[in-house]
């Protein structure tokens, strides 16, 4: 199974600063077709994840520009620019590269 | 609008199943696969396995393959978890999601006890 790690952020995040959160895969998540197959995902409390990128770095539908995914097949960035209150929760990064699907372990955000 | 809308809280005892549903509205089950995740209470999110609802073709996570069976009704547009021999460390909440993850359902908390 492919391994994924996440770091840990230097909470409490200032409201306006950037953050960023890495993922490490134990394993290339490029697929033949020059695709990298990791999505990110904010579990907000209380809610289901909701998914803010993927391909590594296409943002899902109506997820703020502040979001960017960036990485090479085995180490992952998200950046988020200007953080906002509503940005606060626990990241997901997941691997679907192949089966069994993983997701790493989680990166709390909390605000200033 | 797409929606998934999950069945309500169970309450199981050791050794007993329960079955849960996740039934979608607003798009055609056929057209995706459903994934089912769960999380533990104060813990991450752990993928089950997936069903293609189009043929009812299954891949389970290893650690669930002898504990949870995946189904789907495409006639209600439904998709089905059943978890079997119910012990404490299934208590958690239960997770469908499709569409290539852009749709989750609100979840389901199943709580294992005598």
């Known amino acids: 199974d492919i391994v994924m790690t996440q770091g840990v952020l230097p909470n409490p995040v200032p409201s306006g600063e950037s953050a960023s959160i890495t993922c490490r895969s134990s394993?290339?998540?490029?697929?033949?077709?020059?695709?990298?197959?990791l999505n990110w995902f904010l579990q907000r409390p209380g809610q289901s994840p909701q998914l803010l990128t993927y391909?590594?770095?296409t943002r899902a539908s109506g997820v703020s520009d502040r979001f960017s995914g960036s990485g090479s097949g085995t180490y992952f960035t998200l950046k988020i620019s200007r953080v906002r209150a509503e940005d606060a929760g626990v990241y997901y990064c997941q691997q679907v590269r192949e089966y069994p699907r993983t997701f790493g372990g989680g990166t709390k955000l909390e605000l200033k | 609008e797409v929606q998934l809308q999950q069945s309500g809280a169970e309450l199981g005892k050791p050794g007993t199943s329960v079955k849960l549903s996740c039934k979608v509205s607003?798009?055609?089950?056929?057209?995706?696969?459903m994934h089912w995740v769960n999380q533990r209470p104060g813990k991450g999110l752990e993928w089950i396995g997936r069903i293609d609802p189009a043929n009812g073709n299954t891949i389970y996570a290893e650690k669930f393959k002898s504990k949870a069976t995946l189904t789907a009704d495409t006639s209600s547009n439904t998709a089905y978890m059943q978890l079997s021999q119910l012990k404490s460390d299934d208590t958690a909440i239960y997770f469908c999601a499709m569409r290539n993850w852009d749709y989750w359902g609100q979840g389901v908390m199943v709580t294992v006890s005598s």
């Open positions: 391909w590594m770095s």
């Open positions: 607003g798009y055609n089950i056929r057209n995706t696969y």
């Open positions: 394993k290339s998540l490029v697929y033949k077709d020059g695709k990298t197959y």
